[in-house]
């Protein structure tokens, strides 16, 4: 079985899916080691560790590098997060694709927002057309890429209502245009979660925010994925900040011994 077909697999199972949100390969093998069925880079937390901002701040070479180097170093799929496809184009998109899918990676992330200073969601039909293009080519070329279309109107913090409707009415436009998986990061209230699952037959991605139910009831909801987003690289630094402290006010190394 290929990564890309184990991948697809795991979003089928009547257990979401836990992905392990890296940053480099160290964290990569990490998760592998610790019985993590599948992996995915975090766009910020990738970002962070170079000294950079989110929002596709880093060169698309760098990405592509971290991608074909974790692939060589782990068995487990691999998904990338490719924010709004490094370029503005759908040949640009694509040509990316071809890139990651040549390195090896089981999957994609793309958003329907575009990264700037102040991210806004783009129309349906413009981004419905820019998914049709990719996944026809996903299609036409045989590439084994799971396509997870990530929608942003809980994340840009719309009133509930609002961001229900919207995200409704978005996967409605997305479910039939190629994806493969749909993703809504920053959604957790229980009957939200339960509209967005009825909404499609597509699995439903989430993401770890504060009050957002545990695996067992996100299982019972109906939901297929969980990630991590930027929260473990955070957690980590902060626990790498607390045990530089630690070392220099002790003056000896036994905290890290």
């Keep these: 079985m290929s990564t890309f077909e184990t991948f697809s697999q795991l979003h089928r199972n009547s257990t979401p899916l836990l992905l392990g949100n890296i940053w480099d390969v160290n964290s990569a093998r990490i998760f592998e080691a610790n019985g993590y069925s599948a992996i995915g880079t975090s766009s910020q937390a990738v970002a962070k560790s170079l000294g950079q901002e ?62 700037a200073d102040s991210r806004q969601l783009q129309s349906v039909a413009g981004f419905q057309k820019t998914l049709s293009a990719i996944a026809g080519h996903i299609s036409r070329n045989n590439y084994k890429m799971f396509l997870n279309i990530r929608t942003d109107a809980f994340l840009l913090g719309m009133p509930a209502p609002a961001a229900l409707s919207e995200t409704l009415t978005r996967i409605d436009g997305y479910k039939n245009s190629g994806a493969d998986g749909i993703f809504v990061p920053c959604i957790t209230d229980r009957n939200d979660i339960k509209q967005v699952v009825k909404a499609t037959l597509l699995p439903i991605n989430v993401m770890c925010m504060p009050g957002l139910p545990d695996f067992e009831e996100l299982g019972s909801l109906g939901v297929k994925r969980v990630s991590m987003g930027p929260f473990f690289f955070n957690k980590a630094c902060a626990n790498i900040g607390e045990l530089a402290k630690t070392v220099r006010n002790d003056r000896n190394f036994s905290s890290i011994l």
């Excluded at 691999?78 to 999957?107: C, F, K, P, W």
């Design 54 to 115: 989110d929002g596709e701040k880093i060169p698309f070479e760098i990405l592509l590098q971290l991608a074909k180097r974790v692939v060589e170093m782990v068995r487990i799929p691999l998904s990338v997060d490719m924010e709004g496809g490094y370029s503005r184009t759908i040949e640009g998109i694509i040509g990316n694709i071809d890139q990651l899918h040549n390195v090896g990676v089981a999957g994609i992330n793309l958003e329907d927002t575009l990264p």
